[in-house]
Protein backbone atom coordinates (compact mmCIF):
# COMPACT_ATOMS: atom_id res chain seq x y z
CA UNK A 1 0.00 0.00 0.00
CA UNK A 2 1.16 3.13 -1.18
CA UNK A 3 0.89 6.54 1.62
CA UNK A 4 -1.18 9.06 -0.45
CA UNK A 5 -1.12 11.87 2.73
CA UNK A 6 1.29 15.03 1.29
CA UNK A 7 4.04 16.50 3.69
CA UNK A 8 3.25 20.40 4.70
CA UNK A 9 6.67 22.49 3.79
CA UNK A 10 5.77 25.84 5.35
CA UNK A 11 2.84 28.33 6.78
CA UNK A 12 -0.64 28.51 5.88
CA UNK A 13 -1.80 31.67 4.46
CA UNK A 14 -3.93 31.98 7.62
CA UNK A 15 -1.51 31.24 10.20
CA UNK A 16 0.83 33.86 8.67
CA UNK A 17 -2.10 36.40 8.92
CA UNK A 18 -2.64 35.57 12.35
CA UNK A 19 1.13 36.02 13.36
CA UNK A 20 0.92 39.24 11.19
CA UNK A 21 -1.71 40.45 13.49
CA UNK A 22 -0.58 39.67 16.60
CA UNK A 23 2.56 41.10 15.79
CA UNK A 24 1.03 44.51 14.84
CA UNK A 25 -0.93 44.60 18.42
CA UNK A 26 2.19 44.04 20.22
CA UNK A 27 3.98 46.63 18.34
CA UNK A 28 0.83 49.14 18.71
CA UNK A 29 0.90 48.47 22.04
CA UNK A 30 4.54 48.79 22.89
CA UNK A 31 5.99 51.28 21.10
CA UNK A 32 4.33 54.51 23.02
CA UNK A 33 5.91 52.71 26.62
CA UNK A 34 9.32 52.35 24.15
CA UNK A 35 8.90 56.31 23.78
CA UNK A 36 7.66 56.98 27.45
CA UNK A 37 10.67 54.92 28.60
CA UNK A 38 12.90 57.11 26.30
CA UNK A 39 11.86 60.21 27.53
CA UNK A 40 11.66 59.19 31.24
CA UNK A 41 15.61 58.08 30.73
CA UNK A 42 15.92 61.91 28.76
CA UNK A 43 14.58 63.29 32.20
CA UNK A 44 16.65 61.05 34.78
CA UNK A 45 19.63 61.62 32.45
CA UNK A 46 19.45 65.73 32.88
CA UNK A 47 18.56 65.35 36.71
CA UNK A 48 21.40 63.50 37.51
CA UNK A 49 24.12 65.49 35.25
CA UNK A 50 22.51 68.44 37.47
CA UNK A 51 23.04 66.77 40.85
CA UNK A 52 26.33 65.74 39.92
CA UNK A 53 27.49 69.38 39.29
CA UNK A 54 26.09 70.31 42.42
CA UNK A 55 27.63 67.66 44.37
CA UNK A 56 30.97 68.26 42.64
CA UNK A 57 30.82 72.32 43.41
CA UNK A 58 29.78 71.58 46.85
CA UNK A 59 32.71 68.64 47.75
CA UNK A 60 35.49 71.31 45.44
CA UNK A 61 34.82 74.47 47.76
CA UNK A 62 34.80 72.72 51.08
CA UNK A 63 37.87 71.11 49.88
CA UNK A 64 39.85 74.13 48.17
CA UNK A 65 38.20 76.21 51.41
CA UNK A 66 36.86 78.93 48.69
CA UNK A 67 33.70 79.84 47.21
CA UNK A 68 32.58 77.52 43.78
CA UNK A 69 29.86 78.32 41.26
CA UNK A 70 27.61 76.48 39.30
CA UNK A 71 25.99 78.40 36.67
CA UNK A 72 25.05 78.68 32.68
CA UNK A 73 26.88 78.31 30.15
CA UNK A 74 24.50 81.44 28.68
CA UNK A 75 21.43 79.87 29.66
CA UNK A 76 20.95 77.13 31.29
CA UNK A 77 19.49 75.12 28.08
CA UNK A 78 23.71 75.26 26.82
CA UNK A 79 24.27 73.07 29.73
CA UNK A 80 26.57 74.66 32.77
CA UNK A 81 30.13 75.09 34.60
CA UNK A 82 31.47 74.11 37.90
CA UNK A 83 33.98 76.71 38.46
CA UNK A 84 35.37 79.85 40.46
CA UNK A 85 36.67 83.29 40.69
CA UNK A 86 40.32 82.95 41.82
CA UNK A 87 40.38 86.81 42.08
CA UNK A 88 37.23 88.62 43.29
CA UNK A 89 38.94 92.00 42.26
CA UNK A 90 39.07 90.32 38.47
CA UNK A 91 35.67 89.34 37.53
CA UNK A 92 37.46 87.52 34.14
CA UNK A 93 39.85 85.70 36.32
CA UNK A 94 36.91 82.30 36.42
CA UNK A 95 38.19 79.00 36.38
CA UNK A 96 36.49 76.20 35.13
CA UNK A 97 36.48 73.15 36.68
CA UNK A 98 34.27 71.03 34.69
CA UNK A 99 31.86 72.16 31.63
CA UNK A 100 28.81 70.13 31.40
CA UNK A 101 27.16 69.59 28.05
CA UNK A 102 23.40 71.23 26.70
CA UNK A 103 21.12 68.72 27.70
CA UNK A 104 19.05 66.23 24.82
CA UNK A 105 16.63 68.64 22.49
CA UNK A 106 13.32 69.00 23.94
CA UNK A 107 14.76 69.12 27.82
CA UNK A 108 14.40 72.22 29.65
CA UNK A 109 16.09 73.17 32.91
CA UNK A 110 14.95 76.60 34.70
CA UNK A 111 16.36 77.32 38.24
CA UNK A 112 14.18 79.30 41.05
CA UNK A 113 16.72 81.55 43.35
CA UNK A 114 16.67 85.05 45.23
CA UNK A 115 20.47 84.91 44.00
CA UNK A 116 21.50 87.46 40.76
CA UNK A 117 22.86 86.88 38.91
CA UNK A 118 20.95 83.21 39.11
CA UNK A 119 23.62 80.82 39.70
CA UNK A 120 24.55 78.59 42.91
CA UNK A 121 26.89 79.81 44.90
CA UNK A 122 28.51 77.15 47.69
CA UNK A 123 30.79 78.21 50.07
CA UNK A 124 33.78 77.07 52.22
CA UNK A 125 31.74 75.11 54.42
CA UNK A 126 29.39 73.63 51.75
CA UNK A 127 26.27 75.48 51.97
CA UNK A 128 25.13 78.02 49.64
CA UNK A 129 24.71 81.90 49.49
CA UNK A 130 20.87 81.40 48.65
CA UNK A 131 18.16 78.35 48.42
CA UNK A 132 17.57 77.47 45.03
CA UNK A 133 15.50 75.26 43.18
CA UNK A 134 15.51 73.60 39.28
CA UNK A 135 12.82 72.34 37.45
CA UNK A 136 13.70 70.03 34.85
CA UNK A 137 11.10 69.03 32.24
CA UNK A 138 11.22 67.20 28.71
CA UNK A 139 8.92 67.97 26.32
CA UNK A 140 6.27 65.49 25.49
CA UNK A 141 6.15 64.21 29.02
CA UNK A 142 3.93 64.41 31.77
CA UNK A 143 7.00 63.73 34.40
CA UNK A 144 9.31 66.36 35.77
CA UNK A 145 11.89 66.37 38.49
CA UNK A 146 12.91 69.29 40.61
CA UNK A 147 16.45 69.24 42.47
CA UNK A 148 15.92 71.82 45.50
CA UNK A 149 18.70 72.82 47.14
CA UNK A 150 18.81 73.93 51.05
CA UNK A 151 20.87 76.92 52.97
CA UNK A 152 22.81 73.81 54.40
CA UNK A 153 24.17 72.66 51.05
CA UNK A 154 21.78 69.51 51.10
CA UNK A 155 20.52 68.81 47.63
CA UNK A 156 17.56 66.52 46.69
CA UNK A 157 15.78 65.26 44.00
CA UNK A 158 11.75 65.61 43.77
CA UNK A 159 8.95 64.82 41.82
CA UNK A 160 6.93 68.00 42.05
CA UNK A 161 7.17 71.44 40.83
CA UNK A 162 9.20 73.83 42.60
CA UNK A 163 6.76 76.60 43.16
CA UNK A 164 7.30 79.80 44.04
CA UNK A 165 8.01 79.33 48.47
CA UNK A 166 11.36 79.32 48.92
CA UNK A 167 10.65 77.83 52.46
CA UNK A 168 9.48 74.43 51.07
CA UNK A 169 12.63 74.10 49.16
CA UNK A 170 14.61 73.56 52.46
CA UNK A 171 12.89 70.60 53.19
CA UNK A 172 10.42 69.80 50.16
CA UNK A 173 7.94 67.22 50.78
CA UNK A 174 8.12 63.93 49.03
CA UNK A 175 11.71 64.44 48.08
CA UNK A 176 14.22 61.89 48.78
CA UNK A 177 17.78 63.29 49.98
Known sequence: MQNTQKQSAG???VELMVTIV?????????????????????LTT???????ALNM???????????????????WADGWNVGANLDDAD????VVYREFQAPPKGAAV??????????????????????ACFDITVANSPTLRS?????????????VVCGNNANLWANPP???H
Open 110 to 131: AIKTAAVPAIVNFEAIGNVSAV
Open 22 to 42: VVAIVLAVGIPSIAQMKRSSE
Open 91 to 94: PDNW
Open 147 to 159: VPIALAGRISTCN
Open 57 to 75: ARSEAVRRGADVQVGPRGT
Open 174 to 176: GCS
Open 46 to 52: VTNELVT
Open 11 to 13: FTL
